[in-house]
C-alpha cells in the first residue's frame, strides 16, 4: 500500500525540496496524512462505501475547493476505478447526470452542502441518506473522507505557498 | 459578526446517528478509542464506526495538536479557534478556547474575537495568526507566499508556520466532523 506521498505529489514538491525535509522533521504528521488518504481513498476492504463512491465524494470536495491538483488527482482516481462520464460529471458537480444512481446522487447532494457550509448539516439530511440505504458505518466513512480532503486540500494550499516562499 | 453562541463554557455534543457501544465494540474498536482524546464520548464512539480512519486520525490529530517544538501549544489552539469560529462549530471552540485560555491565561482574547469577530484589536502575533487562519479556512486557493510575509515579521520558522498550516488544517477536518455527525448541547 506504501507509495507516492500524495501532499507532496499535490503540492508539486520535488524529493529534494526543502519543504519535503521539513516535513521530515514532522514524520507522524506525514506518517498519518498518508495512512487517513489510504484507509480512506484506497482501502483493502471498503466496507459499506465503495472505492467508487469514495473517489466520487473526494473528487466533489475538490472541485468545490478548486485545488487543480487534488482534483486532477481525484478525477483520474475515479476514471480509473472505471466510472463513466455522468459520473465523473456528477462528482465534479455539472448538472444532468442523469445515468448516475441515486444512493451517489443523494451522497453528492449532502457532500455539497456540508464541503460548502459544514454548520447546514442537520439531523435530517443524515436520514434522508439512511433512507438511501446508507448505515451509520457509511455515514461516518463519507463524512471522513469530506473532512480529510478538506484538511488536504489546505496542507497543500499551505505547503505549495512555504515552497514557492523557499525559492522566492 | 458576534454571535452569542460561541462560548468559554463546557459544552457537550450528541449524535445524530446511533453510536458504538462499548460493550459490543470490537478490539480494534475498543484500541483506537483508547488512542482517542476522549474515548468514552460520543463523538469518538461515532467515529469507531469507521476503524480504519480512527486508527489514523486519532494520531495524526495528537500530532498537529502536540508534537514538541515548533509553534507553541497556545497559537495552535488560537488558529484552532478562529477556524472554528468560521465555520461556526460551536463545540470545537469551546473546547479549544479553554485550552487556549488554560495555556496563556487571557480568556479574553477569545472573548474580544466572539464579541468583535475576528477584526478585533490584537497584538501582532494573533493578529498574524488570524489572519493566515482566516485566510487558509476560507479561500486556501488564493494564499502565496505573500500572506507567509505577516508570520515572518512575528519570527515564525519554517517549522512553526508548517504546524499552523497543520492546525488550520487539522479543523478544517475536525469542524467538519463534528458538525456533520451530530450537534451541540447544553451540558446536561
Known amino acids: 500500500m506504501a507509495g507516492t506521498d500524495i501532499v507532496n505529489g499535490a503540492a508539486g514538491l520535488s524529493p529534494l525540496s526543502p519543504v519535503v525535509a521539513l516535513r521530515g522533521?514532522?514524520?507522524?504528521?506525514?506518517?498519518?496524512?498518508q495512512g487517513s488518504y489510504d484507509a480512506l481513498i484506497i482501502p483493502a476492504d471498503p466496507a459499506g462505501v465503495s472505492l467508487i463512491e469514495r473517489a466520487a465524494v473526494a473528487l466533489r470536495v475538490a472541485s468545490i475547493e478548486r485545488d487543480v491538483?487534488?482534483?486532477?488527482?481525484?478525477?483520474?482516481?475515479?476514471?480509473?476505478?472505471g466510472a463513466d462520464r455522468a459520473m465523473v460529471s456528477a462528482a465534479e458537480g455539472e448538472g444532468g447526470a442523469t445515468d448516475v444512481p441515486p444512493r451517489l446522487v443523494a451522497i453528492l447532494d449532502h457532500v455539497a452542502v456540508v464541503t460548502t457550509a459544514p454548520g447546514s448539516a442537520s439531523q435530517a439530511r443524515l436520514d434522508?441518506?439512511?433512507?438511501?440505504?446508507?448505515?451509520?458505518?457509511?455515514?461516518?466513512?463519507i463524512a471522513q473522507v469530506v473532512a480529510f480532503v478538506s484538511y488536504q486540500v489546505r496542507v497543500v494550499a499551505g505547503l505549495r505557498a512555504l515552497a514557492q516562499e523557499t525559492h522566492a | 459578526m458576534s454571535?452569542?453562541?460561541?462560548?468559554?463554557?463546557?459544552?457537550?455534543?450528541?449524535?445524530?446517528?446511533?453510536t458504538v457501544e462499548a460493550a459490543t465494540a470490537t478490539p480494534r474498536q475498543l484500541a483506537a478509542l483508547e488512542a482517542s482524546p476522549q474515548r468514552d464520548s460520543p463523538y469518538f464512539l461515532t467515529l469507531a464506526h469507521d476503524v480504519d480512519s480512527l486508527e489514523q486520525r486519532s494520531p495524526l490529530f495528537h500530532a498537529v495538536m502536540y508534537a514538541p517544538r515548533g509553534l507553541p501549544r497556545a497559537d495552535r489552539e488560537l488558529a484552532t479557534v478562529v477556524v472554528s469560529i468560521i465555520n461556526g462549530c460551536v463545540y470545537c471552540s469551546s473546547v479549544h478556547a479553554r485550552r487556549f485560555s488554560e495555556l496563556t491565561k487571557r480568556p479574553e482574547i477569545i472573548q474580544r474575537l466572539y464579541d468583535e469577530g475576528l477584526d478585533t484589536k490584537l497584538e501582532p502575533r494573533h493578529r498574524?495568526?488570524?489572519?493566515?487562519?482566516?485566510?487558509l479556512t476560507r479561500t486556501p486557493q488564493a494564499v502565496t507566499p505573500t500572506d507567509l510575509k505577516p508570520l515572518r515579521a512575528v519570527g515564525m520558522d519554517d517549522l512553526q508556520i508548517h504546524d499552523l498550516i497543520h492546525a488550520v488544517a487539522m479543523f478544517a477536518n475536525a469542524n467538519r466532523l463534528m458538525q456533520t455527525l451530530g450537534e451541540p448541547i447544553a451540558p446536561g
Not at chain 2, 498574524?128 to 485566510?135: S, W
Open chain 1, 25 to 33: 522533521q514532522r514524520a507522524a504528521f506525514v506518517r498519518h496524512t
Open chain 1, 69 to 81: 491538483a487534488l482534483l486532477a488527482h481525484y478525477r483520474a482516481r475515479l476514471a480509473a476505478l
Open chain 1, 128 to 141: 434522508a441518506l439512511r433512507d438511501a440505504g446508507l448505515a451509520p458505518r457509511d455515514i461516518v466513512t
Open chain 2, 3 to 18: 454571535n452569542p453562541r460561541f462560548t468559554l463554557d463546557a459544552v457537550e455534543w450528541a449524535a445524530w446517528i446511533p
Open chain 2, 128 to 135: 498574524a495568526i488570524v489572519d493566515f487562519a482566516a485566510k
